[in-house]
T-cell receptor, first 113, second 114 residues
Framework: AQTVTQSQPEMSVQEAETVTLSCTYD???????LFWYKQPPSRQMILVIR??????QNATENRFSVNFQKAAKSFSLKISDSQLGDAAMYFC??????????FGTGTRLKVLA | GAGVSQSPSNKVTEKGKDVELRCDPI?????LYWYRQSLGQGLEFLIY????????KSGLPSDRFSAERTGGSVSTLTIQRTQQEDSAVYLC????????????FGPGTRLTVT
């Protein structure tokens, strides 16, 4: 069965600094999607970034970028120039096929002023 | 346009009572999903609807849990004879039936069973 592991329950970063959140996953499939979602206290899950497994180029969205290592089954999120509004729970997720997401247990990110 | 909405936002119920949680997906989204998020855990898949049918109910934890969708739109998740372990946030998401099948989430319903 597919699994997603986030080994960092909590991380802290100084405002304007860079932080990397780790995620590993296990699958025997070759075609899949990986995601990072942000969940602020409002509970609304917000898509941060998406990576398609067949694409070798790492996805980027403004201050957010990923380091996708397919062979190592690793998918880390880098947040540059951290802002107070980045404080939230971050979930890594795997999707195979069209709908079934498997989520990790999340990393709580604290941003220190 | 309007996002996914869920009601109620919070629900407190006594053990043994039945509860209904509602999800209004984004207009035009044919797929709808329910997840459960227990304290300190990630999201646990419960059920997937395509239109009004549910091709995957594999995540429903017991026969006390059921869900339906009518008119290809609103969905209701019903929990009968609630137990304390049912306490969690129940999240709904919807997506188009075309790639990339990106799921858009609602704000969830926090259910507390006392």
């Amino acid at each position: 069965a597919q699994t997603v592991t986030q080994s960092q329950p909590e991380m802290s970063v100084q405002e304007a600094e860079t932080v990397t959140l780790s995620c590993t996953y296990d699958t025997s499939e070759s075609d899949y999607y990986l995601f990072w979602y942000k969940q602020p206290p409002s509970r609304q899950m917000i898509l941060v970034i998406r990576q398609e497994a067949y694409k070798q180029q790492n996805a980027t969205e403004n201050r957010f970028s990923v380091n996708f290592q397919k062979a190592a089954k690793s998918f880390s999120l880098k947040i540059s120039d951290s802002q107070l509004g980045d404080a939230a729970m971050y979930f890594c997720a795997y999707r195979e096929g069209t709908y079934k997401y498997i989520f990790g247990t999340g990393t709580r990110l604290k941003v220190l002023a | 346009g309007a996002g996914v909405s869920q009601s109620p936002s919070n629900k407190v119920t006594e053990k043994g009572k039945d509860v209904e949680l509602r999800c209004d997906p984004i207009s035009g989204h044919t797929a709808l999903y329910w997840y459960r998020q227990s304290l300190g855990q990630g999201l646990e898949f419960l059920i997937y609807f395509q239109g009004n049918s549910a091709p995957d109910k594999s995540g429903l934890p017991s026969d006390r849990f059921s869900a339906e969708r009518t008119g290809g739109s609103v969905s209701t998740l019903t929990i009968q004879r609630t137990q304390q372990e049912d306490s969690a946030v129940y999240l709904c998401a919807s997506s188009l039936g075309t790639p990339p099948y990106e799921q858009y989430f609602g704000p969830g319903t926090r259910l507390t069973v006392t």
